[in-house]
């Protein structure tokens, strides 16, 4: 598997969401903010590291970081749009450990990333979007049985 596999995996999931149009999640993507209609979602790759090796070196089991930027419509009352959009990604996220069953994924974890922020059009007075950085964290085992000096 790979990073881009993770990718797919969550890009699927938050198009599952009835609140997201399936156009309106990206990968790396922001043009979307011009062409969509909120909320949207940019997916796009974090760090990763090596948790654990296997003492013959043959397995190994990867945590992969994702960034998800969920971006609401800027809401004049306060941060309902992006709360909604926000308790939306991670409860759907939350409810599938393991990607929905994607082969090799053992748990998966998602964190919230910080302060909801302001997204201004040139020249604005105002956001016309709020947004909200997830970080999805999730272990993948993987075997090299049968490759490299593993023959």
Known sequence: MSSATVQARLQALIQALSGFADADVTLGDWLVLDRGSAPYA???VGPFEIVDVSD???RARVRWQHYIDVVAAWDPDGYANITAARTAVMTQLMIYPTLNGLAGIQ???IRDGGEVRGIYAQDANQ???HVVTLSHYCDEEMRFYGQGEYL
């Open 56 to 58: 013959d070196g043959a």
């Open 127 to 129: 956001p016309s979007f």
């Open 42 to 44: 940019v997916i796009y």
């Open 107 to 109: 748990s998966a974890l």
